[in-house]
């Protein structure tokens, strides 16, 4: 029998980082969109709904290993699922 996902909503926390705690593979799958202040944003490593916050990669700076830089940024978040076509 086929899932009915019209009325599923993406997790309160989730990251796209395997080592976090808040990792959903299954999640991540079905293809989690995310708007930051209204607007579409798609660098998005980790988001939390409640405390209304995202952690974005920033593509011009790196870390001291090499890895992107991400900072955490506050407002209005809001994840959904998007429709495959």
Do not use: C, Q
Request: charged share 30%; proline share 8%; no cysteine.
């Amino acid at each position: 029998m086929p899932e009915d996902h019209s009325t599923d909503v993406p997790p309160n926390h989730l990251s796209i980082d395997p080592r976090s705690a808040f990792y959903d593979e299954e999640v991540l799958r079905r293809d989690v969109g995310i708007r930051f202040k209204g607007v579409e944003t798609t660098n998005v490593h980790e988001y939390n709904v409640a405390e209304g916050w995202v952690r974005v990669e920033v593509p011009t700076a790196k870390d001291r290993r090499g890895n992107p830089m991400i900072l955490k940024l506050s407002g209005t978040v809001e994840p959904y699922f998007r429709l495959a076509e």
